[in-house]
């Protein structure tokens, strides 16, 4: 059974930063892709940043040019590094992975909060 752990989110200030990982218990080579989803309460699951297989990058419009995904081969990782932060990003965020037969993996979260 594959497992993602979620962790680095925390209380934050307004124009703040933080930086999500998420390691997965396997190799990131042996998905269709990683990403990163938030759901703030009463709201829907949301896509924020997705990393595919080919290298290729896709980012939600509300975050592009804040956030970065990235991913650490080496941890078997996957990050977002999360800029200027405002109240509306506060949310439970999540990584996936997808596998070539589309089964999707998901942690348990992160609760980040953005808050003066």
């Known amino acids: 059974q594959v497992q993602l752990v979620e962790s680095g989110g925390g209380l934050v200030r307004p124009g703040g930063s933080l930086r999500l990982s998420c390691v997965i218990s396997?190799?990131?080579?042996?998905?269709?892709?990683v990403a990163w989803h938030r759901q703030a309460p009463g709201k829907e699951r949301e896509l924020l940043a997705t990393?595919?297989?080919?290298?290729?990058?896709i980012y939600e419009d509300s975050v592009e040019g804040r956030f970065t995904i990235s991913t650490d081969k080496d941890r078997n990782a996957v990050i977002l590094q999360m800029n200027d932060l405002k109240p509306e990003d506060t949310a439970l965020y999540y990584c996936?992975?997808?596998?070539?037969?589309?089964?999707?993996?998901w942690g348990q979260g992160t609760q980040v909060t953005v808050s003066s």
């Open positions: 990393i595919q297989k080919s290298g290729n990058i």
């Open positions: 396997e190799s990131i080579f042996n998905f269709n892709n």
């Open positions: 996936a992975a997808v596998t070539i037969f589309l089964e999707i993996y």
